[in-house]
T-cell receptor, first 111, second 111 residues
């Protein structure tokens, strides 16, 4: 069945780049999403990529998709303390909007 | 902008009570979802609905039911609350091939 995996924690220093990784098992994905969750809040859509793309850049965010390895990554350039949050990878398998989520990666940014 | 509103941010109930969590969206979306979020487990799908009066079980439906009497409103019901249902509950709505939009979540404690 479909499965999405992320590492649980990442710690970086302010100003460094952060790379959050995600792997998935089923290659029939359509869209792949990154959501951000700040403490006590719901999920906020950060960015997404269609499965026929390899890369998407949006200001400080770069999404890379390696379909062969079923690997998705989110790079945050010049990471700030305000980027501290949980980041979720989610995969759409064209099942009526139903998404499969990873466990979430908690990003901690140290000054 | 899509608005998904969950009726309560925090809720405290007692074991055995019947609990209602309400979710309303304002974008005429067909599809709505209820998730629970627990540390290290990510988001797990409880129930979803593709239309009024229609519901489908997700991955962990036991102990829950749902109601969709109107398109904009999707309610999650805990028939007889138990302590293992203490969790963060997130509602989402979506139009096909678009990202899911989330409410701010309800943190439910069952004592």
């Amino acid at each position: 069945g479909e499965d999405v995996e992320q590492s649980l924690f990442l710690s970086v220093r302010e100003g460094d780049s952060s790379v959050i990784n995600c792997t998935y098992t089923d290659s029939s994905s359509t869209y792949l999403y990154w959501y951000k969750q700040e403490p006590g809040a719901g999920l906020q859509l950060l960015t997404y990529i269609f499965s026929n793309m390899d890369m998407k850049q949006d200001q400080r965010l770069t999404v890379l998709l390696n379909k062969k390895d079923k690997h998705l990554s989110l790079r945050i350039a010049d990471t700030q303390t305000g980027d501290s949050a949980i980041y979720f990878c989610a995969v759409d398998y064209n099942q009526g909007g139903k998404l499969i989520f990873g466990q979430g990666t908690e990003l901690s940014v140290k000054p | 902008d899509v608005k998904v509103t969950q009726s309560s941010r925090y809720l405290v109930k007692r074991t055995g009570e019947k609990v209602f969590l309400e979710c309303v969206q304002d974008m005429d979306h067909e599809n709505m979802f209820w998730y629970r979020q627990d540390p290290g487990l990510g988001l797990r799908l409880i129930y979803f609905s593709y239309d009024v009066k229609m519901k489908e079980k997700g991955d962990i439906p036991e102990g829950y039911s749902v109601s969709r009497e109107k398109k904009e409103r999707f309610s999650l019901i805990l028939e007889s609350a138990s302590t293992n249902q203490t969790s963060m509950y997130l509602c989402a709505s979506v139009q096909i091939n678009q990202p899911q939009h989330f409410g701010d979540g309800t943190r439910l404690s069952i004592l």
